[in-house]
Antibody, heavy 125, light 107 residues
Framework: EVQLVESGGGLVQPGGSLRLACAAS????????MSWVRQVPTKGLEWVSL????????YYADSVKGRFTISRDKPKNTLYLQMDSLRAEDTAVYYC??????????????????WGKGTTVTVSS | DIQMTQSPSTLSASVGDRVTITCRAS??????LAWYQHKPGKAPKCLIY???SLESGVPSRFSGSGSGTEFTLTISSLQPDDFATYYC?????????FGQGTKVEIK
């Protein structure tokens, strides 16, 4: 069974940093694309970042580009999101998700098939 | 970025009702669309991918259709476990975007 368990959320002051972790099991983590998605309180879902499978190409939403970094530790089966220069608008529940890649004409299309339950990040003074 | 617009925002229905949710993209996304179900405090669940393909383990009362810019999610006979918020998501570009969500409430 595929399982994703997020950790590392908490309260942080504006301008501070936090590192989220996502422990993965039940699938071949080393070759699977992975993503982070967040939900601002009482609002909808917002994609944050994705890391591709084998090559490890990274993609970011404009709202976090230059401040957040996605990475993975393959031996530890763990995905990370390093969040720096945090702002009040980054307050959200952060979800880790396993993605599926479908290649068509040498272009990969990714959707998120399995998600974790999320970890809460609050940015406030 | 591609904008995704869902309608309605809220839907009140009874057990056994047929329910349809619409999702429109601001430009063509072919069939690169997924639908998710989300309940408070739970992990979002993928129901449909590639506009009309049912994710493994998802009940057959869920179905998706559409291509280009217009898509629908249909629940043929609403069950008590289906009261939740539903989101569409386009994955045509490497800037994934979601609809604002449709909350399905008990009538």
């Amino acid at each position: 069974e595929v399982q994703l368990v997020e950790s590392g959320g908490g309260l942080v002051q504006p301008g501070g940093s936090l590192r989220l972790a996502c422990a993965a099991s039940g699938f071949t983590f080393s070759s699977s694309p992975m993503s982070w998605v967040r939900q601002v309180p009482t609002k909808g879902l917002e994609w944050v970042s994705l890391i591709s499978g084998r090559i490890g190409s990274t993609y970011y939403a404009d709202s976090v580009k230059g401040r957040f970094t996605i990475s993975r530790d393959k031996p530890k089966n763990t995905l990370y999101l390093q969040m720096d220069s945090l702002r009040a608008e980054d307050t959200a529940v952060y979800y880790c998700a396993k993605a599926v890649a479908v290649m068509v004409n040498f272009y990969n299309y990714y959707y998120m098939d399995v998600w974790g339950k999320g970890t809460t990040v609050t940015v406030s003074s | 970025d591609i904008q995704m617009t869902q309608s309605p925002s809220t839907l009140s229905a009874s057990v056994g009702d047929r329910v349809t949710i619409t999702c429109r993209a601001s430009q063509s996304i072919s069939y690169w669309l997924a639908w998710y179900q989300h309940k408070p405090g739970k992990a979002p669940k993928c129901l449909i991918y590639k506009a009309s393909s049912l994710e493994s383990g998802v009940p057959s009362r869920f179905s998706g259709s559409g291509s280009g810019t217009e898509f629908t999610l249909t629940i043929s006979s609403l069950q008590p476990d289906d009261f939740a918020t539903y989101y569409c998501q386009q994955y045509n570009t490497y800037s994934w975007t979601f609809g604002q969500g449709t909350k399905v409430e008990i009538k």
